[in-house]
């Protein structure tokens, strides 16, 4: 009898229509379950097909001129390969915003955009970040569209109900139905992924990915990502992208941003452990330690220190790097965040000016030419954006390897070598590393930095 109770009430709270928790008046009104909310937020829900094209690899020996003359036209070029991409999308606005997964389209050289009432669209990606995982699409010649409402993703609490929508396993769009079971999930990824999550149980399977994730009014909660899995299948522990993030990045793509921009902190952190909490006289782990700032960092400047505990972003708790990254980015690059820190028992309110990663010094990229003997090689000189967008060390100077080319790798060069001297000739700029392998001789030796080691490559010409 109670467990018949508990399930009508439940279903009761799965109907927008009803303001309060009360007990199912009728058998139409128990039958009903979700397909109230279902009916006004599927047709919001796509299925996103796309085209992926990668270049095979070639015979070791075709680049060799004997070789490829000896075996004449039997030794293999590269060859180009075509993969298939399925996912999911939801569309944010009548004119043809779709928001999904980067991992999904992000490099799609063909996207189709398929509705429920089966109409296809081709698409584009206007704005993506590997990163969050995020690529905003838009769709070619839509109006009029169905979309979903971004709910503010930080009033989200554990337990509450909530559907996810998509296109698991390419079956056609399904329903899964579970609760919030999780908030500030940090640590999970696909691919190159790394961020802060909301975690759901219901249940989200390959295809789902940038499907929706919405609450039993049908505001979308969040875009589904990753999932916890050892068998491939759903295991009840599934990740999705807060739609505060989302909303970030459609005002982005709105604004015409081809790139995202998210503010820099200059900072590294890290979580603040039980031993580390003790250290300090803290009753409760609570905070970012820093344990780094750059000296163009907009916290520097604004008076923090390292050893300082950063609690609060914005009277928002932050427990982890991740955490605090994110609170950053929803707020936006061109405003101020009020950031609360702990110096010793000292708490306070500090204001933190949101601002894009400095262009100082000159990043001076360049791309040598076939004058050089490694043509193709790409590098930059190290700056804060630089590094933000490669991942460097904060404290990281110096010559970059940006792309090794194809001459670069076969010789060793990686991305994010830190080249520091080419046959004895000291690196300091990216016109260095273009002079000094214009004319190097037979031999040639490079030193650089590799993860924080010391490497020697060597090779002849």
């Known amino acids: 009898m109670i467990r018949a109770s508990f399930i009508s009430l439940m279903l009761v709270m799965a109907l927008p229509a009803f303001a309060e928790t009360r007990v199912p008046q009728s058998q139409s009104e128990i039958s009903l379950g979700f397909a109230p909310v279902v009916k006004k937020a599927s047709p919001a829900v796509v299925n996103i097909y796309a085209k992926i094209v990668r270049q095979g690899r070639a015979s070791p020996f075709y680049s060799d001129p004997f070789f490829r003359d000896f075996f004449g036209g039997s030794l293999g070029a590269p060859q180009q390969r075509v993969q298939n991409s399925l996912g999911s999308g939801v569309i944010l606005s009548e004119d043809g915003y779709v928001v999904s997964n980067y991992h999904v389209v992000g490099s799609a050289t063909e996207i189709r955009v398929v509705t429920t009432d089966r109409r296809e669209f081709s698409a584009s990606v206007v704005l993506g970040h590997e990163e969050s995982d995020i690529a905003i699409l838009r769709l070619g010649q839509a109006q009029d569209l169905p979309?979903?409402?971004?709910?503010?993703?930080?009033?989200?609490?554990?337990?509450?109900l909530t559907l996810a929508i998509g296109n698991p396993f390419g079956v056609g769009q399904t329903v899964s139905s579970g609760i919030i079971s999780g908030l500030a999930r940090t640590g999970t990824a696909t691919g190159n992924a790394r961020g802060y999550f909301i975690q759901t149980d219901a249940a989200i399977n390959p295809g789902n990915s940038g499907g929706a994730l919405i609450d039993v009014n049908g505001d979308l909660i969040g875009i589904n990502t990753s999932i916890l899995t050892r068998s491939g299948g759903s295991n009840g522990i599934g990740f999705a992208i807060?739609?505060?993030?989302?909303a970030e990045f459609l005002k982005q793509a709105q604004q015409g941003n081809d790139s995202f921009v998210s503010p820099?902190?200059?900072?590294?952190?890290?979580?603040m452990s039980?031993?580390?909490?003790?250290?300090?006289?803290?009753?409760?782990?609570?905070?970012?330690?820093?344990?780094?700032?750059h000296?163009?960092?907009?916290?520097?400047?604004?008076?923090?220190?390292?050893?300082?505990?950063?609690?609060?972003?914005?009277?928002?708790?932050?427990?982890?790097?991740?955490e605090m990254k994110f609170r950053m980015s929803v707020a936006g690059v061109g405003g101020t965040s009020v950031l609360t820190r702990l110096r010793g028992t000292q708490s306070e309110e500090v204001e933190?000016?949101?601002?894009?990663?400095?262009?100082?010094?000159?990043?001076?990229?360049?791309?040598l030419d076939e004058a050089t003997v490694l043509p193709g090689l790409v590098v930059s000189r190290v700056n804060p954006a630089v590094i933000s967008d490669m991942g460097l060390p904060l404290s990281q100077t110096g010559v970059v390897v940006v792309d090794p080319?194809?001459?670069?790798?076969?010789?060793?060069?990686?991305?994010?070598?830190?080249?520091?001297?080419?046959?004895?000739?000291?690196?300091?700029?990216?016109?260095?590393?273009?002079?000094?392998?214009?004319?190097?001789?037979?031999?040639?030796?490079?030193?650089?930095?590799?993860?924080?080691?010391s490497v020697s490559l060597r090779f002849r010409l």
Do not use: C, F
């Open 147 to 160: 979309y979903l409402t971004l709910r503010d993703s930080d009033q989200v609490e554990v337990g509450e």
């Open 242 to 246: 807060p739609a505060n993030l989302v």
């Open 264 to 271: 820099w902190a200059g900072m590294t952190g890290q979580h």
């Open 274 to 293: 039980a031993d580390i909490a003790e250290s300090l006289g803290l009753a409760i782990p609570l905070g970012v330690v820093i344990s780094d700032l």
């Open 295 to 322: 000296d163009l960092s907009p916290l520097r400047e604004a008076g923090l220190k390292v050893g300082d505990v950063v609690t609060h972003v914005d009277g928002d708790e932050v427990n982890s790097p991740a």
């Open 352 to 367: 933190v000016a949101l601002i894009k990663a400095p262009e100082v010094p000159a990043a001076e990229e360049t791309t």
């Open 405 to 453: 080319g194809p001459y670069g790798g076969r010789a060793g060069l990686r991305s994010g070598d830190i080249l520091e001297s080419i046959n004895s000739n000291d690196i300091e700029r990216p016109g260095d590393v273009e002079n000094a392998l214009t004319d190097p001789g037979r031999r040639v030796q490079v030193g650089l930095l590799r993860g924080g080691r």
